[in-house]
């Protein structure tokens, strides 16, 4: 057997432009599969095509990729020849074809289990879904034997990689010279999940093997293809046409930074990637997509916002994980408003969303689309986010940058206090202090009854609201230094603030009492009395993600408050 053929399933522009282009470079005998037969029949007439990497202007390459084979999938006799000639195949095609591939190679694996002279086969996944090894082996097997299901395992590596390399429409002259031809950024890595894979791993230049996958693949999702969403989102809301206007946006480009910046910062926490390497490769990611020759469409990048703006794709994804890992996703839930803003008639798919948000609103569109219920505050916040944008557009969004960090600060020590010392009022206060340089010793020694709905029985004031109501007072408030007048301005303008709060606390969770929030966080509501429930209430997640992201909420507004007031 040559170890040096490679089956590449799926001709398109990944199958063509990247792993084509890779292998062919590296000395590999390809033979292409695909459905289409015109495409399979006019290209191997042709027997070649071209491939432009256009890294950036001053960094482009042509090359011609020639001797290949290319089969139509009924070419039974043909693929399984090539199939048992190779240690090697990629699968380069979208998910709906899912199925009728893996049924096509369950058929040779049945064939090729009867051969004691064939070697293990592994196949690299090179789809740009999220983890899709498990999917695509169930499917395998299910049209397997029982002992084309041992083969499997024993034999066949199913290997996930990340595909950053992006084709887009090549120009007319290109098209005219080759029709085949290929336009991609020149992104020149392909990584591979080494775990995976039964024989000995290919050495060739392009390809990175890695033992953590998952992680990688997170990262991939969660940097490059939600930044391109942002590009997408933000600029049909400036009705831009392509993603080079809206990178020279700075209203838009100051979303892509800061929604970068906080995924980042929570993949550092979720997965242990360091500050320098996650700034490498931040860097990386800006610089590919800040490629002007690609001409790439807000359209073509913006497209199916149903898949999208699901919830572990690459919008809602990084939000949850910011908001797991106690940062405010104030950036990313921008970009998932604009999501839902996205309207293009020629999309079936941005069709129904519009067509849904006519009838319903925008909270019940993010749970029908986006899958998430508890997680009320993020449901606000992308709720609040999308009526703004309705009504003021994107210009609101460089004159908040001031205010902004202060704001994320304070949620980001709610929650780690909420997280570490508990006890919630005084996690706000104690937040708010770290904030605002304050020191409030008194104030915080005189919340310590108000945790968990006060004396942590349930059925008071949450202790974000009630402490946040005290640490406004010492802004402003009615002074015993002034009784004989009344102080009422002061006495009202606390009111007010408090009011708002309130308010925030309604829109969010309907409720400032702590039992009702926690049936609408948890489904259910704790009593904190006996150490069985506090024991229930934290195997629930309660000082992980629920109470901590209350408190973190709560801290967020107070300090918005008062900033709006004047008070730093």
Known sequence: MNTDNIVIWGAGKIGRGFIGDLFYRAGYQITFIDADRELTETLEAQGFYTVYNLRSEADQEKATIDGFRILHI??????????????????????????????????????????????????????????????????????????????????????????????????DEMKKDDPFVVMTNGYKVLTVDKTAIKNTPPEIKGIRLTENI?????????????????YAYLGKLKNYTTIMESINDEAVQSVALGALEEVSRALQKEFSFTEQEMNRWNQEVLENMANPILKDTINRV?????????????????????RKNGILPYYLTIAIACGYLFSNPEDSSSVEIQDFLKAYDIKTAIGRYSDIHFEVDLIQQISEKFSKLKSDGLDWIIREQLTINSIK???????????????CAQCAIRALDEVTGKTEKELFQAASGLSGGIAIVGDGSCGGYTGGVLYMGTYVGRRVDRLEDGDKIAQYKSYEMSQKLHDRFMETYGSVTCSEIHRKIFGKAYSLRTKAVRNDFEEAGGHLDKCTTVIAMASSWIMELLLEEGFE
Do not use: W
Request: aromatic share 6%; glycine share 6%; charged share 30%.
């Open 409 to 423: 600060k304070a949620y980001e020590r709610g929650f780690e206090n909420e997280r570490s010392i508990r006890g």
């Open 214 to 230: 998952a992680a990688e693949e997170i990262r991939k999702m969660y940097t490059y293809n939600m930044v391109h969403a942002v």
């Open 74 to 171: 009924d070419e039974d006799s043909g693929i399984q020849q090539a199939l048992m000639e190779s240690q090697i195949m990629a699968v380069a095609v979208f998910p709906v074809a899912f199925e009728d591939t893996a049924k096509k190679i369950a058929e040779h694996l049945e064939e090729r289990k009867l051969n004691p002279e064939a070697s293990p086969l592994d196949i690299i996944l090179c789809t740009n879904i999220h983890h899709p090894e498990p999917r695509f082996r169930k499917l395998i097997e299910s049209f397997l034997s029982d002992e084309g299901k041992k083969y499997l395992n024993q034999n066949i590596g199913i290997a996930e990689s990340l595909i950053i390399r992006m084709a887009v429409d090549p120009t």
């Open 302 to 322: 913006g497209g199916d916002p149903k898949r999208k703006l699901q919830n572990n794709d690459r919008l809602i994804g990084p939000a949850l994980l910011c």
